[in-house]
């Protein structure tokens, strides 16, 4: 393919080259058909000039020479001049204006006398001839002049030498004169072929890259146009171009370009444009909606670069259709919308479900609590432990499920207060204390003496990775012990890489299942869920935790043996170590008796119930209403000490009946109002406290927790009362 | 007409081309090639002539005051005049006896010939000096020694007013320089008055 390809290049570059030649040829015929007939008139002029008459004694008559020059002039010129006329290009004409302007040569010179300086002739005549670049027409010009030099020499040696005894070699001599000026030429003949041959390459190269740019833009799928960077006016445009303007197979080359049609930066002409792209003399890409002349619109992406077409400044226009990208984004940026939307009904409906399952939960933990401190039976003791162990288990399970749809949303936050590391494990392991007594499992924490405690952090995060990290230790372990310790990896000034490792002497994890126990859903086997229970998201929620707060978590364990299952975190430093530990709620005994009149908001029967017994139980005396409107009203029979409120109600919800009471001017506008909700994700203790509660507890509500809140929003009453009176 | 008819006619035609255009050369040639009559040149210096320097030999040559050949040989006279420099007495004897000297090309001769150093003018009114040496056709020079005898007679251009190297030159020069010369040499010029019609 190639090689056939180039064969064609070079056949044309042939044929240019013979174009080239023919038409040099061509020139030079035509010059030498006028030269000829000058020469003739120069001759006649010469001779009337120089010699006019003849005289024989007294007699004059015209002389010879203008005779001569008249009549052997013509028959030299004529037939030259002719063929320079109706035979140009042809080797016969070269060959005939050769032999004539040799011959014109000899007429001069011997019209003149011999004068050497008309001999120049000669050599300005050889000269002339080269211009055909023909090596072959030198030939029978320096044939003429030597066989002149060679016959007169032989026949008539005095009219060309002067003398009749002359020496061979001065012919020679004469001869060897022109062959070196024709050899000379010559050579100049065949160096202008070559460069001939090479303007012809170059031609045929040009030609080709014309035809390739020509065929590029032709068959390109872009529309390409040269728009007139004055005008606007359309120069030069592909079929593409106008099939995108007209929707038809042809278009005017003259259209003039509007803004209107072509679009484009607001404000600005589109001469102004087009002047700017020239005047920057770089490539500008920018995207606009051009109007088809049908009026039917396209989205078009544009590359305009300024160029020149015929001494004028033009823009070369590279337009591609974007009509269906653009579609294509939109359909993408619809689909990601439905996705956001998606997402945001699924964090809703997850906010719905943990809601709706924690209002029922409430009532059952509640309600469980409650019969247990009733006088029972051994065994209905046992079976409301049964039922209380089931809700706490089913309560951990949607907390779970709740932090892993966080954890994969990403919308996971963490706090970043200052807390005491200590504190916040003993808190931890206080949970499992009697879980692990009753395995008869030892339960201890060491904290290293170089582990700085007041740290700034998220203590809850990390409370729930111990936490997850524990549990599992008591449960996979049924004799030994379970240690936590802690360790600093690396402390600064300002910063502290705590290690934190819980070594059990349980059952211990297979190799096999060591590498895939932190991604989620992953138990060490199917068996584990069956006899151990659990969702198997813990491990991997914990994992996550653990590198967003910017460590690492792991496990070292033999099957039979046991497992150390450890995480690091990196914690800021306090710049200023508390001075006393933060202020905590006791846990409040059952026993525990409170003074007071609480208001319960809340539409669920049940939930109403159960709040009823627990706050009766802890001696305070307590009303129910079901809505925030008969909150209201039921504050403005009643003085109450505190509120618990709902969030989500008919009528009024918690939010808008709190905003309501902070509104009014009455007594009660700064009763504490404890928010009671099932909602639990994150944001909802901000979506009440915004709204104007004081606190929040989230149900499943225990009595302790109710207690807690109760007692510190109580007491602040009572204090502000107390400075009020 | 075939291809091979065409370039036959050409080659024709090219053929008759070169034999017309070369009889006219032959022509031309043969008349510049044809000499005049030869002198019937005096043997001795004429007595009743102008002056003859003795202390040199005398060059005289002959001049018909319009003929253009005369161009050539005051051009060939000239050189040789300038070449033997006080060895020799050069005398220009311009026949104004036919056509006298009034007209432009006489005066441009006898003009030319009075701005040639070493040469002397002889206006030759009445033909007398033309025809004691002997003379016949314009160019003919003759040559006397310095006692007064004839060593060369003829002309000194190679054809009819063609400059450059030619035979009567070349044996004016060697018999200046002693060498053996040629004593004539064919003379290409215009008919002298007394000289006969050619």
Not at chain 1, 435 to 461: E, N
Not at chain 2, 150 to 169: C, D, I, K, W
């Amino acid at each position: 393919m190639t090689t056939r390809l180039q064969a064609s290049l070079d056949e044309r570059t042939e044929t240019v080259f013979e174009q080239l030649l023919q038409r040099g040829m061509r020139r030079a015929d035509r010059l030498f058909a006028v030269l000829m007939p000058a020469q003739w008139l120069f001759g006649v002029a010469l001779a009337l000039w120089l010699s006019p008459w003849s005289w024989n004694a007294a007699e004059r008559s015209v002389h010879p020479h203008v005779w001569t020059a008249i009549f052997l002039g013509a028959a030299i010129t004529l037939p030259a001049m002719a063929v320079g006329i109706w035979m140009p290009g042809r080797l016969a004409t070269r060959y005939t204006m050769a032999v004539a302007q040799m011959l014109i040569s000899a007429l001069l010179i011997h019209l003149t006398g011999g004068r050497i300086e008309t001999h120049f002739h000669v050599f300005g005549s050889l000269a002339f001839l080269a211009l055909y670049r023909d090596w072959r027409v030198l030939v029978p010009a320096a044939g003429v002049i030597i066989a002149d030099h060679l016959l007169r020499g032989a026949f008539w040696p005095q009219s060309v030498f002067g003398d009749v005894d002359v020496a061979v070699w001065r012919a020679l001599e004469h001869a060897g004169w022109v062959l070196f000026e024709t050899a000379v030429l010559a050579g100049a003949c065949r160096r202008t072929r070559e460069d001939i041959r090479l303007i012809a390459s170059n031609t045929v190269e040009l030609e080709a890259s014309r035809e390739r740019y020509r065929a590029s833009v032709a068959e390109s799928a872009n529309a390409i146009v040269l728009i007139d960077a004055q005008t606007c006016q359309v120069l030069e445009f592909n079929q593409r171009w106008a099939e995108e303007v007209t929707s038809q197979a042809s278009s005017r080359s003259n259209l003039i370009l509007t803004k209107a049609m072509v679009g484009g930066p607001e404000g600005q002409s589109l001469e102004d444009e087009l002047a700017e792209v020239v005047g920057n003399g770089r490539p500008v890409i920018s995207q606009r909606r051009f109007t088809r002349l049908d009026g039917s619109t396209i989205d078009v992406q544009c590359s305009l670069t300024p160029t020149m077409f015929a001494g004028r400044a033009a823009v070369f226009a590279v337009i591609h259709d974007i009509t269906k990208l653009k579609r294509i984004e939109a359909d993408l940026a619809a689909a990601r919308d439905m996705a956001v939307e998606s997402a945001r009904l699924k964090s809703e409906f997850l906010a719905n479900m943990s809601h709706e399952i924690r209002t029922p939960m409430n009532g059952i933990i509640g309600m469980t609590g409650l019969l247990r401190e009733t006088p029972l039976d051994p065994q209905q003791i046992e079976f409301v432990d049964a039922m209380a162990s089931s809700a706490n288990g089913l309560l951990t399970i949607i907390n779970d499920i709740l932090d892993f749809s966080k954890v994969e949303a990403g919308k996971l936050e963490f706090d970043s207060v200052d807390f005491d590391l200590r504190e916040a494990l003993e808190g931890s392991l206080d949970l499992f204390k009697e879980t692990a007594a009753a395995k008869g499992l030892p339960l201890t924490l060491a904290i290293g003496s170089d582990v700085p405690t007041a740290l700034v952090g998220d203590p809850g995060r990390l409370r729930q990775v111990v936490l997850n990290l524990v549990g599992n230790a008591v449960k996979f372990t049924a004799r030994g012990s379970i240690a936590v310790s802690v360790t600093a990896e690396q402390t600064s000034a300002d910063r502290a890489l705590v290690h934190v490792a819980v070594r059990d002497t349980g059952i211990g994890i297979p190799a096999a299942a060591q590498g895939h126990l932190f991604e989620a859903f992953r138990q060490a086997d199917g068996s584990t869920t069956r006899k151990y229970g659990g969702t198997g998201l813990g491990l991997a929620i914990s994992r996550r935790l653990v590198e967003l707060m910017g460590g690492t978590i792991g496990l070292d364990s033999v099957e039979g043996l046991g497992s150390t299952f450890w995480f690091t975190v990196d914690l800021a430093r306090q710049r200023t170590p508390m001075t006393a530990a933060p202020v905590r709620p006791a846990p409040v005994a059952p026993t525990r008796r409170l003074h007071g009149r609480v208001l319960v908001v809340e539409d669920n029967a049940v939930n109403q119930k159960v709040a009823l017994l627990q706050l009766k139980k802890l001696g305070l005396t307590a009303d129910a209403v079901a809505d925030g409107r008969e909150a209201i009203t039921a504050l403005d029979r009643a003085a109450y000490d505190l509120v618990l409120m709902d969030c989500q109600m008919p009528v009024m919800d918690g939010f808008e009946a709190t905003r309501a009471i902070r509104a009014t001017a009455s007594a009660y506008q700064h009763i504490a109002i404890v928010a009671m909700t099932a909602n639990a994700l994150k944001g909802d203790r901000e979506e009440c406290l915004a709204a104007g509660m004081n606190d929040y507890v989230s149900k499943p509500v225990k009595v302790d927790d109710v207690a807690a809140v109760i007692e510190k929003w109580t007491a602040t009453s009572r204090g502000k009362a107390t400075r009020a009176a | 007409m075939t291809l091979r008819a065409g370039r036959s006619l050409i080659c024709a035609g090219f053929g008759v081309w070169i034999i017309v255009v070369g009889a006219g050369f032959a022509a031309m040639w043969r008349y510049a090639m044809t000499p005049g009559l030869a002198a019937s040149a005096a043997a001795r210096w004429p007595s009743a002539s102008f002056a003859f320097d003795r202390t040199r030999p005398n060059l005289v040559t002959v001049l018909h005051p319009e003929c253009v050949c005369s161009k050539a040989t005051l051009e060939e006279i000239s050189r040789l005049s300038a070449e033997f420099a006080g060895q020799l007495t050069v005398f220009a004897v311009v026949d104004a006896s036919a056509t006298g000297t009034g007209s432009a090309e006489a005066t441009r001769l006898l003009t030319r010939v009075r701005a040639m150093p070493g040469v002397r003018l002889i206006v030759d009114r009445d033909g007398r000096e033309v025809e004691r040496f002997g003379a016949k056709v314009s160019g003919q020079t003759f040559l006397y020694d310095r006692d007064g005898r004839l060593q060369f007679s003829g002309g000194v251009t190679m054809s009819r007013g063609h400059v450059g190297p030619n035979a009567g030159t070349e044996a004016i020069r060697h018999v200046l320089q002693s060498k053996p010369a040629a004593p004539t040499a064919a003379v290409f010029g215009c008919a002298l008055p007394r000289g006969g019609r050619v």
